[in-house]
């Protein structure tokens, strides 16, 4: 679509979206490998730009801190996006295209999982490298307090309440997503990505990939600056991890789901 043409309407917006997907669950096996780590890494880097954020915020209201933070996130869904990578949350969007049987169950089920892996890959090798680069001793060590407060946080809430937040917060992302892809510009993609993205991290919603770099760094700066009240272990990150992912599908499918249902004749 040209320059200032028209933004599609719904249902041809899902149209556009589900064959987006369709395309990404046929992407040849490296390609997805190594487009989901850089989906890994650039969530990464939307993190550690939200824990810059809110390190030193502790003089600023919790709102306006927490928002702030979610807006700078928003850097990592932009560079997916725009630049190109394979994310699995919004990939999760492959269930409207499974429902109206324009893609197989089995090629998204192992689409989602290999691109799942791969983020996390990308994710860790962020993780290991941001430690590396002493990023937690700025701010005389306040960007490594707020990432262990960050992951404290976390890991404190109950399996089954992640799982709840993992379902607005992919929801969220997804509509980001979706709307995203209905701008024909850079700047319509990222006025259409960035309140949802801003919205779930503000409300402290948990979100699968951004916790696959938030966690491991987290506990990463524990382990260095040897905290005497170590409290994240490695059970902790995976039970989240897994629980943020079951709500993440879930939240996903949802929002696939409707527009299928409403938009797309099966």
Known sequence: MAEGAELPDPPDLTATVFEQVEAKAKLPLRSMVV???LAGV??????????????GADALPFGIAQVVAGLVFSLGLALVLIAGAELFT?????AGPIYTRQLAMGAAARALLIVWVANFVGSVL?????????????????MGRAALDLGV????????????????ANMLVCLAVWMALGGQTITQKMAG??????AFVA?????????????????????????????????DVVSNLVSATIGNL??????????AHVYVKR
Not at 127 to 139: D, F, K, R, S
Not at 153 to 168: D, N, P, R, Y
């Open 35 to 37: 487009l989901g780590i």
């Open 42 to 55: 650039y969530v990464g880097f939307g993190g550690l730009f939200a824990t810059v954020a809110l390190a």
């Open 203 to 235: 409300a402290g919603l948990e979100h699968s990939i951004a916790n696959m770099y938030l966690l491991p760094y987290a506990y990463l700066v524990q382990m260095v600056t040897e905290v005497s009240a170590a409290s994240i272990s490695v059970i």
């Open 153 to 168: 946080t976390k890991i404190e809430k109950s399996f089954g309440a992640v799982i709840a937040s993992g379902i607005l």
């Open 193 to 198: 990505l960035i309140l949802p993205i801003a």
């Open 126 to 142: 962020l993780a290991l490298i941001v430690i590396g680069a002493g990023v937690h001793e700025a701010g005389e060590g306040a």
């Open 90 to 94: 919004g990939n999760t969007l492959m």
């Open 250 to 259: 879930i939240g996903g499918a949802l929002v696939a789901l409707a527009y």
